[in-house]
């Protein structure tokens, strides 16, 4: 009974601490449950039609993509620039899949596993016309190939054997492009069913040909709207919005984007810099012109850590860069040149001609190793199978004895002169162009293996040289790069809005730079590289007015500053915005109507010449189905074309109201053109133009509906 009582005197503390147990037992679940979603959310590239796209998942559509071009370009790296232009197709393909897939879901349209079977049969896809599926004697697609890969590739697969990485990666292709087929084939299917709903008619189809194979000569004179000054019309802010309000479906942008002012600065080689550069080429160039022979050539090149290595065999001028190709033919053979500076490649050079000669371009040849229990075991074999070949044995027979194939290949100049070629690959190089149709030779290798060598074939002779050339770049020393970073990092800590920024850049020594229109999609801030961080600030955390913390960025040679001025929300642009655009096109068609009245009472080409400012020019093949180029305006003017296809011969037209001036002409001649018309045809192109035209506007709008969401700025 005390037992009981005491837990009765403490009730309401122990419902409290029961309560509280419960309320973080539960909130303990919802938390883990909310980090979850916000790891998943911070997980994210983008959205399409609310369906989220996982950081994963689209590095492995860049992947895919990136070993398409890998095996078409026969390439196993890519520049930034390149990586860039890769990743931007992968997301805009994966956007239009989706667009179009979803579409034809609601209208049923799907691709079988046998429409695809039937492509990659035929080979009828740009994704199947790679190096890899190609018949190598017809170049052309060859689908035995295909088949016969995919077999081996399963035998190594069921036998629970090594897969060759070359195997794997040919495997993933050929998955990713039966994804892209099917992707293919629906777009397709969807465009043929868009395309049935643009009809023509045969009136249309008989005005259009008319249109086109009517043309007329004129003799035009033209009232230039820049005849007339800036400030001889006005325009209101009555004026603007009339004329926004009249196009305003022209300024409609799909993306949220922002307007920024920054100041770059890219941090370059001082004087005391060029000086110390200067001095160790040519303590650099002195080194090489006391080489007494190509290795010693080759050591003062390695010391100088040139940007071009050497390799001790001949090559065409294509090797080197044009500041040393260009005097390659003038220098004499040891001769040392005089160090230079190349401003086009930022460069210090000098080079030593070691030797020039005619050597074949190409070289047909076939190789056997050479294998043996010991060093003794492999000469004696070597020996033995020259004796052999001397003495008319087959290439063939012998390389099969050694279970290789003997078979012949091509090697050109230009798959090793711009490699760095080690002492083996230079020795096997060498030794290969130093020998003649027919010759047959025994290689040992530094790395203890012999070959047999037969050239069987040498082509196209061509000059060649042996250089041992030094390239430095001319680059800042860190203490210069540290007193532009004190410099500029002073400036941003004195300056901390908008205002500060632009009154004292210019007293400082610097520009400030107005970026309209980033998006999320931009790889960086004015094509600086490396400005990822920057780019994030602009689009999460800044505010309208704010300026950034200063950025290194580049090459790690720019300093960068950021100040946010603008956001442009997705819908129509403002009318501040597009201001001084619509200023420009109001002054014009106020000059053009000026210049009309002053021309309205004309009433032949006699009387337009006598007009001030006027020019006469002759206009030949004018026709209503293409705008007509006018060179005194520098315009395409449609209205001249439509007037001039209903005046008759001999007659007088205008003026015409254009888009950059006023026209008056006469029409000296009208011609029919050859072509004969079919209305069958003619109605069928109208269709297919029509559909043609409206497509980017069908795709826009599904895009619009899609509410596409572009984050990869985050990540990459």
Known sequence: MAALQKIRSKGVLLVTVIAVALFLFVAGDLFRGLESIFQHSSQQVGEVSGKSVSIQDYQKMIEDLQTYYEIVQQKSSFSEDELNRIKDEAWQTYVQSQLIQQQCEELGLAVSDDEISDVVKSGYSQMLQVPVFMNQETNRYDYSMVNTFLTEYKKLKDAGSQV?????????????????????????????LLSQSFLSNPVEAKLAFDSRSSEADLLLAALPASSIKDDAVQVSDDDIKAKYNEDKEKYQQLIETRDVKIIDIQVVASQADKTAAETDLAEAAAKLAAASNNTTAGNAVRQATSLIPYSDVYKTKDAFPAMISSGLDSVAVGTVTKPAFDAMTNTYYTYKVLGKTTQADSVLFRQMGVIGKDEADIAKKADSIMTALSTGAAFKDIAKKYN???????IATSQFEN???????????????NMNAGETKKLK????????????????????????????????????????????????????????????????????????????????????????DALKWVFEEAKVGNVSQLYECGNNDHLLLVVLTGINEAGYRSVDKLKDQLTDEIKKEKKVEKLYESAKNVKSIAEAQKLKDVV?????????????????????EPLVSAVAAKTAKGAFAGPVKGNNGVYMFQVLNKTQTSEKFDAKSEQSTL??????????????????????????????
Not at 169 to 179: D, S
Not at 619 to 636: G, L, M, N, Q, R
């Open 164 to 192: 060759p990485e070359a195997y794997e990666k040919i495997y993933k292709y050929y998955l990713f492009a039966q994804r892209q087929i099917r992707d293919q084939l629906l777009t397709q299917k969807y465009q043929v």
């Open 404 to 410: 290789q194939t003997g078979d012949s290949a091509w």
């Open 419 to 433: 490699a760095a070629l080690d002492a083996d690959n230079t020795l096997f190089i060498s030794t290969l162009y």
């Open 445 to 532: 290798l530094d790395n203890g293996s012999t070959i047999i060598l037969q050239v069987m074939k040498t082509v196209h002779p061509v000059t060649k040289y042996n250089v041992a050339a030094i390239v430095k770049e001319l680059r800042f020393s860190d203490d210069t790069y540290s007193k532009e970073y004190n410099k500029f990092s002073s400036f941003v800590a004195a300056n901390t809005t908008l205002e500060q920024v632009e009154a004292n850049a210019a007293k400082n020594g610097y520009t400030v730079r107005p970026i309209e229109d980033l998006t999320t999609a931009s790889h960086g801030i004015a094509n600086i590289r490396a400005t990822r």
């Open 616 to 636: 006469v020019d002759t206009v030949k093949h004018v026709s209503f189905s293409a705008p007509t180029f006018i060179a005194a305006t520098t315009s395409s």
């Open 687 to 716: 269709a297919m133009n029509n559909f043609r035209n409206a497509s980017s506007a069908i795709i826009n709008a599904l895009y619009l509906k899609a509410n596409v969401k572009d984050n990869r700025y985050k990540f990459f």
